[in-house]
């Protein structure tokens, strides 16, 4: 038996999010029906996270316990010939049998797209349309505040089932590249909506609905109210697991 680390990029329009649920087709569990073909059994998949339906990961990481004993390339190979066009392990490793997806993760990077200008179908498919330019200097202003440690429990929904809500933001900015807009956010782990949320709070920002320093009564009174829409989840990708 060996343990090892899948690394898979997926579109998330398809799928009620990562984990299984009894409601609709989710990444898990398409993953595991491959898998429950390549290996002839259905191995338990750990995610590093959960992600929410519809959005999206280019670099999620997940481990899993086999007997296979094929190289590495074959496996990639056998796997993703299994598995939809919207999923896909870009890469396999063998890691020590302690590794957990989860709970050895360092961080993780999201980013939140948004443009600007004429209504384009393909750019509405992965990032939120604006209707003008929203300030990005008031934005990285709201960014740079909630670097740090704090406690996020109002910039996150009231469906979460955590109760520690402290987290750490390593880093937080937004970046402009021609009509193209980028909200982007790394931290040692995210609550329950809380990117979209902090996405959200930074575009009211950047659109003069909020003042820059907003985070301020948000800490103080963990109120969600306080804090900026929650932006649909099509436009957030989760970009990168660090170990």
Known sequence: MKRMLL??????????????QPNGITV????QDALEKLLGERPAVTGCSRTDAGVHARKFACHIDCKDNFPESAFLKGLNSLLPNDIAVIDCREVEPDFHARY????????????????????????????SLPDIDLMNKFCKGIVGTHDFAGFSCSKRTVEDTVRTITECSVKKD????????????????MVRILAGTALAVGQKRLKPD???DVF???DRSKAGDTLPAFALILEEVYY
């Open 220 to 222: 103080k009174d963990n």
């Open 7 to 20: 690394t898979i990029s997926y579109d998330g329009t398809a799928y009620h999010g990562w984990q299984v």
């Open 214 to 216: 907003c985070y301020n």
């Open 178 to 193: 021609g009509n193209k807009i980028y909200f982007e956010i790394k931290g040692n782990g995210f609550l329950y909506n």
């Open 28 to 31: 898990q569990q398409t993953l």
């Open 104 to 131: 050895n993760a360092l961080g993780k990077k999201y980013v939140y797209s948004m443009y600007t200008g004429a209504l384009n179908p393909f750019d509405s498919r992965y990032m939120l349309h604006l209707e």
